[in-house]
């Protein structure tokens, strides 16, 4: 099992940019799926997680600017971020609980994608 996250670049303030991160393997179901960054010399920190059924979390910093859609069919979530602000620039990660196959049973594990760069700057 893996997560392949692509989409980040370089945007200038008030861009928008969109993330996406598929989770590909042996899956049997993914419950949470989300995205963290980390800026440079900081703790890394959510950004937004979303359920299976759809129950969304954001942190206060990006409410109103960032969505976080899920594809519970191609096991794909994303991260459309609007209005971009220079503080938005990092590493963001995405983050998944997946149960797996493992032979004929069924594990439980949680996987960070490698980081993808998105720089805000003008």
């Known amino acids: 099992v893996q997560l392949q996250a692509s989409g980040g670049g370089l945007v200038q303030p008030g861009g928008s940019l969109r993330l996406s991160c598929a989770a590909s393997?042996?899956?049997?179901?993914?419950?949470?799926m989300g995205w963290y960054r980390q800026a440079p010399g900081k703790q890394r920190d959510l950004v937004a997680t979303i359920t299976r059924g759809g129950k969304i979390n954001y942190a206060d910093s990006v409410k109103g600017r960032f969505t976080i859609p899920r594809d519970n069919a191609k096991n794909t979530v994303y991260l459309q971020m609007n209005s971009l602000k220079p503080e938005d620039t990092a590493v963001y990660y995405c983050?998944?609980?997946?149960?797996?196959?493992?032979?004929?049973?069924?594990?439980?594990?949680?996987?960070w994608g490698k980081g993808t760069l998105v720089t805000v700057s003008s």
């Open positions: 393997g042996s899956i049997f179901s993914i419950n949470v």
């Open positions: 983050n998944a609980d997946i149960t797996y196959w493992s032979g004929s049973y069924l594990q439980d594990m949680n996987y």
